[in-house]
């Protein structure tokens, strides 16, 4: 069977120094509660082989303090460590690949691209 999961970055900052929204970084509360979701018990079955990453600062933060978190738990079971992939990147290589995001403001959305249309 096969399973998605969908992991929203933990909190952030409320402005990147940079003043660009793809900057922003976690703020403590972020990186508490990114550890908090990798140490989850969880089944085997349901960590993850691959896993697809926004080029976002926050996500790939996100991801790395959560796979940290992970690491004690799939040494035990002996699984390999997943595969990483940046989102944007794997959208255009992808026909037929989706994602699912929201604009800045909240209003979720979901996109499907089909032969590297959006």
Known sequence: ?????????????????????QDRRLDDRGRLD????????????????????????RAQQTWEIAREAMQDVMQTIGAARPQVELLGRTLRRRPGAAAADHPHGGSHRSRTIDAGRP
């Open 34 to 57: 990114a550890a908090a979701i990798g140490r989850l018990d969880r089944p085997p079955s349901a960590l993850p082989d691959t896993v697809l990453v926004s080029t976002a600062v």
């Open 1 to 21: 069977m096969r399973r998605l999961m969908l992991l929203r970055h933990a909190k952030t900052e409320n402005d990147a120094p940079s003043g660009q929204d």
